[in-house]
């Protein structure tokens, strides 16, 4: 059964940093990509960051570029996203997110129950 958990969220304050943490099981962790999403409240999806199956290759939105930073553990079987110099409008649920091949645009098939970010002062 292919399981993902997500943690490391919670409330923090503009500016601050919060490094979210995904592990896994249930699958070969080091044949796929992953990717995080993320959903404010009242809004849609949206793809933030995904890293290729070895992690050595990695892809941010727009939205986070030079903010995040995504990586990937095969040996802990775990992908982290490390979220700096935070904005309100950062705040969402954190999705990890399984690929189904070894790149982040290859399609998504698994994913966690999210880890809830809220940036406030």
């Known amino acids: 059964e292919v399981q993902l958990v997500e943690s490391g969220g919670g409330l923090v304050q503009p500016g601050g940093s919060l490094r979210l943490s995904c592990t896994v099981s249930?699958?070969?962790?080091?044949?796929?990509?992953m990717s995080w999403v993320r959903q404010a409240p009242g809004k849609g999806l949206e793809w933030v960051s995904g890293?290729?199956?070895?992690?050595?290759?990695?892809s941010y939105s727009d939205s986070v570029k030079g903010r995040f930073t995504i990586s990937k553990d095969n040996d802990k079987n775990t992908v982290y996203l490390q979220l700096n110099s935070l904005k309100t409008e950062d705040t969402a649920m954190y999705y990890c997110?399984?690929?189904?091949?070894?790149?982040?645009?290859?399609?998504?098939?698994?994913w966690g129950k999210g880890t809830l970010v809220t940036i406030s002062s």
């Open positions: 249930g699958f070969t962790f080091s044949r796929h990509a």
């Open positions: 890293i290729s199956n070895g992690g050595g290759s990695m």
């Open positions: 997110v399984k690929e189904i091949g070894r790149w982040w645009d290859d399609g998504m098939d698994y």
